[in-house]
């Protein structure tokens, strides 16, 4: 029995960082089915799940997860289901979890019928689940998006925590695991060598801060706040260097993000295409694409060494990432250091070097370089002997302790409670998000607004493209919607509408679709952010980026991750001309 958090959703597995030689997914999940396994779908859009699989679908209100689980562990505790030789060799705190989950510690039994209110989910559905999740060999399976949410770290705490009383962490196609079809290959056999990468150098500044804080950190610098255990201030940035990423895309309330920006005396972008975050910069290095330079392609979650040939030379002023380093490196008196005596073909030959000796000490022997670099492509033999995650440890814990402080899977954590943080507390916990369906604020903004992962490219990478733009409807990233919550506003295919909340406001098209759940809609991240207004903070997007609508908040103390899928919206048919996009036009050049 395979339960999908998220699902396992195809489009995905279709990324790799480092890149890809075959993709995994279909051909690995349709054999998990031909062999008898069943699916179930965990998510608030059905076809998270790939058709073929057939996968029973469970949908739960976006960021309820947690209390689904809990109802889950109440019902084995009661029922007397869960493994307690398991929980006692294995782990630490499940009688103080136990305690919570029972309510004998809060009063609050977190019963199914506690946990249906919350989630949507009938009681029944979750008893049935939680006695055949021990009867069959059960593997939990949790996608990366979860997290993207308030409180994001518990799901994963509590997925483990119930895998643990399930007590089949370790064995084949049991336990859990996080992530499978977030990126081609999770799950793989590897090698458990790394192939080479450029070295990453030391920066003489020690100061960092959790990406996420971009914004917080621009707006409140000196301003103190907790991370991870730790007491930190906020640093005063006032240079910005950006190189390889799109904050203009991917950080969460883009309104407040302009406003914060500004704060900053000087904007430094390295891109190769005239993107938001590029017309946000004071000087722009262009970027020639990876397309344009020689390069290896390797990745720690595959078996292959590809040789990268550019299709043509860089466009002109593009330079690649390296040579703009090497160059910056040289004006500051340090190209040596830098750059190590070595151009791109010197480093290139390098890493094979390199990739070499470290294969051979496997017993296996790469081709010379001359051989690799016309072939293109050479792939290893399978990994054999790969074991299931954890299965070291389960077979004894004594001399194989996990790096936690007890050497346990713990189910309380004396560490985070004594960070004392209410936002996450010392075991899994249902904590209430501040925007969820569940909210006050749903009367104003009653719609859940799910932004995944586009299908069409990665991220908001090549949206200029002919792919993505193929997608698009007049225009606007697509919008898809429940026919109930459609028909309550009278909305139809191919409408155009307005997104918004008191953060911000986009145009999208509307797809009447029952694979998302009643209350909720889904729009993927990626549309190049285009306002109306260049410049103003709160301007209308025409375009389609659902950053201009998410929470600019940590996901706990903790963790202090994004919490993009904690957002409420409303949507109203789009009155009026619609306005051109203008994001993929090119700057004028003097
Ligand atoms: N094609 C393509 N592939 C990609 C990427 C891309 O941009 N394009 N990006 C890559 C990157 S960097 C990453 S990190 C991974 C991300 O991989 P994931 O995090 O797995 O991807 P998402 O598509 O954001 O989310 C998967 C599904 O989770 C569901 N979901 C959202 N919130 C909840 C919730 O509260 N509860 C439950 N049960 N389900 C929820 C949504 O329905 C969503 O479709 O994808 C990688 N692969
Ligand atoms: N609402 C919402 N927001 C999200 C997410 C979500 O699920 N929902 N997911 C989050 C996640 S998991 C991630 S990983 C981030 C991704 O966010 P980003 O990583 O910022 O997104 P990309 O669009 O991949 O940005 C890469 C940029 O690098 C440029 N580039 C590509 N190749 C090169 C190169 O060789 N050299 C240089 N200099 N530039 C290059 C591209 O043109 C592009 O502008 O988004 C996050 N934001
Ligand atoms: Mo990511």
């Known amino acids: 029995l395979i339960v999908m958090f998220g699902g396992t959703p195809h489009k995905n597995a279709q990324v790799g960082s480092g890149g890809i030689s075959r993709h995994l997914l279909r051909e690995g999940l349709t054999a998990c089915r031909d062999q008898g396994a069943s699916f179930v779908c965990i998510s608030p859009i059905r076809d998270d799940a790939m058709a073929e699989l ?47 989950v029972t309510g004998a510690d809060d009063g609050v039994p977190k019963t199914p019928e506690w946990a249906q209110a919350i989630s949507g989910v009938p009681a029944e559905t979750m008893r049935a689940l939680a006695r ?94 907790d991370f991870n255990g730790e007491k930190r201030r906020y640093p005063d940035i006032r240079l910005i260097y950006w190189a390889g990423g799109n904050p203009f895309h991917h ?104 990739a070499r000796q470290r294969v051979a000490e496997y017993g296996m022997e790469l081709p010379d370089f001359e051989s690799f670099w016309q072939a293109g492509i050479v792939t290893l033999p399978e990994p054999q002997d790969q074991k299931p995650l954890l299965a070291e440890f389960v077979a004894d814990p004594q001399t194989q302790p996990l790096k936690t402080p007890s050497g346990r899977i713990e189910l309380f954590s004396e560490r985070i409670a004594g960070f004392g943080y209410d936002d996450c507390p010392g075991h899994p916990s249902w904590l209430v998000p501040r925007e969820w369906l569940g909210a006050a604020l749903a009367e104003r903004f009653p719609l859940h607004l799910i932004s995944n992962q586009p299908a069409s490219k990665l991220h908001s990478q090549y949206d200029n493209g002919a792919l993505s733009r193929s997608t698009k ?42 694979a998302v759940m009643q209350g909720v809609v889904q729009m993927a991240t990626g549309a190049w952010y285009d306002p109306l207004e260049p410049g103003l903070v709160g301007s209308l997007d025409k375009h389609g980026n659902p950053n201009v609508l998410t929470q600019d908040r940590g996901s706990s103390r903790l963790g202090q991750a994004t919490i993009a899928h904690s957002c409420l919206v409303e949507i109203e048919r789009h009155e009026g001309e619609l306005p051109p996009i203008t994001c993929y036009e090119p700057p004028t050049l003097i």
Request: hydrophobic share 45%; charged share 20%; net charge negative.
């Open 251 to 354: 950080h969460q309330d883009i309104n407040r993000l302009i406003a914060a920006w500004r704060r900053s005396e000087t904007v430094i972008v390295h891109e190769s295409w005239w993107n938001a975050t590029a017309r946000h910069a004071d000087i722009v290095l262009p970027a020639s694409t990876a397309m344009e330079r020689n390069d290896i392609a390797s990745s720690a979650r595959d078996r292959m060494i590809a040789a990268c040939h550019p299709i043509s030379a860089p466009i002109g002023e593009a330079r690649s990432d390296y040579e703009i380093f090497a160059d910056l490196a040289g004006l500051l008196g340090a190209r040596e250091t830098f750059t190590e005596g070595r151009d791109e073909e010197g480093w290139i030959r390098h890493f094979y070097t390199v």
């Open 54 to 100: 057939d996968a029973r679908w469970i949908a739960p209100r976006p960021n309820t997860d947690v209390a689904l689980m809990l109802a889950l562990a109440h019902t084995l505790i009661e029922e007397g289901l869960h493994d307690q030789k398991f929980l006692a060799r294995c782990t630490t705190g499940f009688e103080r979890f136990a305690g919570y």
């Open 473 to 514: 409807i007049a225009g606007r990233e697509p919008l898809r919607i429940h026919p109930e919550d459609a028909r309550l506003r009278g909305l139809s295919d191919g409408d155009i509408v307005r997104v918004f909340n008191d953060r911000g406001a986009c145009l999208a098209g509307i797809v009447v679709c029952d």
């Open 132 to 225: 055949e999740m021990v009867r069959r060999r059960t593997m939990i399976m949790m996608s990366w998006s979860l997290q993207r949410a308030e409180h994001g770290e518990q799901p994963y705490w509590m997925a483990i925590a119930l895998a643990a009383m399930i007590g089949q962490i370790g064995l084949p196609g049991g336990g859990f695991g996080f992530g499978y079809a977030s990126a081609n290959g999770v799950g793989n056999p590897v090698y458990p060598f790394s192939w080479p990468t450029l070295p990453q150098g030391s920066n003489a500044i020690a100061d960092s801060i959790p990406v996420a804080r971009i914004a917080d950190a621009l707006l409140h610098p000196g301003a103190p706040y």
